[in-house]
């Protein structure tokens, strides 16, 4: 028997929304209304070059606040498959009853130690490197966060729908600006000059496998840095102690994958959308990283930037040890010292 999908649905959007009661407001009241639009897009179903209703997002916006006091209190709702009752964090369990159906779903922690559900159409299921990976289509539930991927007990999830939307919202965000920087050349290797829906989805279908390549960096980061990784996150959950070893991570998953594929491939559309992107902590910790692009950029060959990411493998696997070593060593004062570690 097939599941009840608006029940299902309903069950899972009820826990998107006690997660961004909790979390939501961690972003600055700039990103927080930015994403609250998008949100408000993706649940009213408006096409990405629609003009949203001013008054009717307001009053939207006033009442999901409302709604988030009312949610912020109450636990997370148990997710009803067929006979089953599961925990909301059971999600292999889950996808054992949604798959065979064509719906996959995910629930995990992100950044902050903030929850993230989902519930899409299934598009389809493959093995990269011996992990399965679930790629989803059209999202029925999601939080405003909605990552575009996420490896989560040995499974890669990618959610395409959002990989759009997010390239979609860089591309506005370019257009405002109008540099000729990383993103601009990024954007000409697609032509969105001449066909702006047939470059999307082609951008799109790129930065899918961009995005498989970091998570699969991600996957071979933990089989080098063991399960405690996690507990380090957890003792650095919103400081910057936790954006530092995000960032640490995310070097070492792209020094090991996702720059070394992409130049070997000699794809330069991802390496310019790559670059588009490297910013915050993680420009702040490497800056060597965006030297040689600009280097390779100004008319230089790849090697520079090659051996700038083979480098990188080493140099982050090493400071990920650190991390760990003061973790380990230093538990009630890791956060502060990490912390530290990078500030100006």
Request: aromatic letters at 10%; one cysteine or more; proline letters at 3%.
């Amino acid at each position: 028997m097939a599941p009840d999908l608006y029940s299902l649905s309903a069950t899972v959007q009820h826990n998107c929304h006690i997660s961004d009661a909790l979390h939501a407001r961690n972003y600055t009241m700039c990103t927080y209304l930015l994403k609250m639009r998008e949100y408000y897009r993706w649940e009213r179903r408006f096409p990405f070059n629609a003009t949203l209703p001013k008054e009717e997002l307001g009053d939207w916006l006033s009442h999901r606040e409302t709604l988030w006091e009312e949610l912020e209190e109450q636990e997370f709702e148990a997710i009803r498959v067929k006979k089953h009752k599961l925990d909301p964090f059971e999600t292999a369990a889950i996808n054992q009853e949604l798959l065979p159906h064509g719906l996959v779903y995910s629930g995990g922690y992100g950044g902050h130690a903030a929850p993230h559900f989902f519930l899409a159409d299934l598009i389809r299921a493959e093995q990269r490197e011996g992990l399965p990976v679930l790629i989803a289509g059209r999202e029925h539930a999601r939080d405003m966060a909605a990552p575009p991927a996420m490896l989560l007990d040995g499974t890669l999830f990618i959610r395409r729908e959002s990989m759009r939307r997010m390239l979609w919202e860089k591309i506005e965000e370019w257009r405002w600006k109008q540099k000729q920087d990383a993103m601009a050349r990024a954007m000409a290797c697609y032509g969105f000059e001449d066909d702006f829906e047939r470059a999307l989805e082609q951008m799109t279908d790129n930065e899918v496998e961009s995005a498989l390549l970091h998570e699969i960096g991600e996957w071979r980061a933990e089989q080098r840095l063991g399960a405690d990784w996690g507990n380090l996150l957890l003792a650095l959950a919103g400081t910057r102690g936790e954006l530092v070893a995000r960032a640490v991570r995310d070097h070492l998953a792209d020094c090991v994958s996702t720059l070394p594929a992409l130049l070997e491939q000699g794809h330069e559309a991802s390496l310019h959308f790559y670059f588009a992107n490297l910013g915050g902590m993680r420009r702040e910790l490497f800056p060597e990283l965006n030297d040689a692009y600009r280097q390779w950029n100004e008319g230089g060959r790849m090697q520079a930037l090659s051996a700038t990411v083979s480098k990188g493998a080493e140099r982050w696997q090493e400071t990920s040890l650190r991390l760990l070593e003061i973790h380990r060593d230093r538990p009630e004062t890791c956060a502060e010292e990490i912390g530290r570690m990078y500030e100006k």
